[in-house]
C-alpha cells in the first residue's frame, strides 16, 4: 500500500478540504480511499447499491410540484425534493447504506458514527441492521435528552448509543469520540461520517452517494416541465443534502443557493452562518470555512435546527460559494418557522427544521421557476414546532 492518495481531495482556489489527520488514522482513510475507487468501478457494487436504494431506501423520491405555495410566494412554479419520503425521514439514508455497503466490502463488521440530532444515527442503524453489522453511535448527553425519540429508534435497530459528556456534549464532542474511537479500532471498524465533512476521503464519498438526489431530481423537473428550473436551493449544514441536489446541475445554466442557519443574530455565538461569519480553519481533519472567535478558537454556534447547527461548512460546498457558483444566503430561526408553516397548510407537507431554511428564502429570490430540496420530515422537531407555532 502507498502511503498517498490516488485523488486530490482539495476544493477550490484555497485549498480546502485535505486531510488533517493523526498519524494513526491515516492508514485507515487510505485504504478507504482505494475502497472506495475500487468499489465505484465495480458494476456489481453500484449494482447492488442501486437495488438497495429502489427498494430498501424507497427510490427515486419523488418530485412534488407545490402550486399552492408557488402562487403564495409569488413563484410561476416550484418542485420540491422529497428526501422526507425517503426511508428513515431524510437523505441520511443514501449515505449511510453506501458506506455500510463499503464497509462490508472491506470487510468490516463493525460501524460507528456519530450523530447531532440524531438523523445520522438512525440512518446507520437501520443500514447496518439491514447489512448485519454491529453498529456504535456516539452522541452528546444533551443531544440525547432533545432527541430522545431518535435515541429509541437507534436502539430498536440495535445499534449501542454511548454518550459523550465532554465540552458542550453536542455534535463536536461526539465527532471527536469516534475518531478517537475509530482509530483504535480501525483493522475491524468502519467509520461512517454523515456529511460532507472530515478528513478526505470523506468529503468526496459522502457527496458521492448523495448526488442521487440531484441525478434524479434533473431528470424529474426536465419531464415535469420540459426545461430546468432558474434555482436549485437547499439547507447547507454540513452540506450534504446542498451538494446532492446541486451538484449534478453544476455545469448548467441554474442558480444554486445555499441556505445557512441564521440563528437568532448575527453576532458571533447567535448562528451558524459559515460563509460571510467564518474564517479558513481546519476541524475534524478538514480545512474549510470555520466559525472562529478573535483567538481562532473554534466559536459556539447557535439555530433552531439541530442539523444546521455546526461551526464548519464542507470544504466543496464552502469552495462553491468562495468562487461565487453557489450562492450562500440565511434564514433566521423565525423565518425557518414561517418557511415551515406555510408548506404544512398550503401542501399539506411537515419539513424537518432544517429543510424550512431553504424554504424561507423562496420568495426572496427574485426567481420564476424553483427547484427546492426537501431534506427530510419534521416529525423529529414536533416538539420545536409545537412550542414555536401553538399547534
Ligand atoms: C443532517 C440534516 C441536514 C444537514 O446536513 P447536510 O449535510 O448539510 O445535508 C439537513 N436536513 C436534514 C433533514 C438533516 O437530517
Redesign the pocket.
Known amino acids: 500500500m502507498t502511503m498517498e492518495f490516488t485523488l486530490s481531495g482539495r476544493y477550490g482556489a484555497l485549498g480546502l478540504g485535505g486531510c488533517y489527520a493523526p498519524e494513526t488514522l491515516m492508514q485507515p482513510l487510505l485504504e478507504l480511499e482505494a475502497a472506495f475507487v475500487a468499489a465505484m468501478g465495480d458494476p456489481g457494487f453500484l449494482r447492488e447499491l442501486k437495488e438497495e436504494l429502489r427498494t430498501f431506501v424507497g427510490r427515486p423520491t419523488a418530485l412534488t410540484s407545490a402550486p399552492r405555495l408557488a402562487r403564495e410566494l409569488g413563484l410561476h412554479a416550484l418542485y420540491l425534493k422529497r428526501?422526507?419520503l425517503a426511508h428513515t425521514?431524510?437523505?441520511?439514508i443514501n449515505n449511510a447504506l453506501g458506506q455500510a455497503l463499503l464497509a462490508r466490502r472491506m470487510g468490516k463488521r463493525e460501524v460507528i458514527a456519530e450523530t447531532?440530532?440524531g438523523?445520522?444515527g438512525v440512518a446507520c442503524a437501520a443500514a447496518c441492521a439491514r447489512l448485519g453489522l454491529s453498529c456504535t453511535v456516539y452522541m452528546g448527553e444533551v443531544d440525547m435528552a432533545r432527541q430522545a425519540p431518535n435515541v429509541a429508534r437507534m436502539r430498536l435497530f440495535g445499534a449501542e448509543v454511548v454518550p459523550v459528556m465532554a465540552g458542550q456534549r453536542t455534535l463536536k464532542e461526539a465527532v471527536n469520540e469516534a475518531l478517537r474511537t475509530w482509530a483504535g479500532r480501525c483493522d475491524r471498524a468502519h467509520y461512517i461520517l454523515?456529511?460532507?465533512?472530515g478528513p478526505h476521503p470523506f468529503p468526496l464519498i459522502?457527496r458521492s452517494f448523495?448526488s442521487v438526489i440531484g441525478e434524479e431530481a434533473r431528470s424529474q423537473v426536465l419531464e415535469a416541465c420540459g426545461e430546468l428550473p432558474e434555482v436549485v436551493v437547499?439547507?447547507?449544514?454540513?452540506?450534504?443534502?446542498?451538494?446532492?441536489l446541486m451538484v449534478p446541475f453544476r455545469e448548467d445554466k441554474v442558480r444554486l443557493v445555499a441556505v445557512e442557519a441564521g440563528g437568532h443574530g448575527p453576532a458571533t455565538g447567535e448562528h451558524a452562518a459559515r460563509v460571510g461569519g467564518g474564517r479558513v480553519g481546519v476541524l475534524h481533519g478538514c480545512k474549510s470555512l470555520l466559525l472562529q472567535d478573535e483567538h481562532g478558537w473554534t466559536a459556539g454556534t447557535a439555530s433552531i435546527?439541530?442539523?444546521?447547527d455546526?461551526p464548519s461548512l464542507?470544504p466543496e460546498?464552502a469552495a462553491l460559494c468562495l468562487e461565487g457558483r453557489v450562492e450562500a444566503l440565511r434564514a433566521s430561526d423565525a423565518e425557518a418557522l414561517e418557511g415551515a408553516r406555510r408548506l404544512c397548510r398550503a401542501e399539506g407537507i411537515l419539513p424537518?427544521?432544517?429543510?424550512s431554511h431553504g424554504l424561507a428564502v423562496l420568495g426572496r429570490l427574485g426567481a420564476r421557476t424553483v427547484l427546492a430540496g426537501l431534506?427530510?420530515?419534521g416529525d423529529k422537531d414536533l416538539s420545536t414546532y409545537q412550542a414555536a407555532l401553538g399547534a
Open positions: 428526501e422526507d425521514g431524510a437523505h441520511k447531532g440530532a438523523q445520522h454523515g456529511s460532507a465533512l459522502v448523495q437547499a439547507c447547507a449544514g454540513g452540506g450534504s443534502n446542498g451538494l446532492g435546527s439541530a442539523g444546521l455546526y464542507g460546498l424537518a427544521l432544517e429543510s431534506s427530510g420530515r
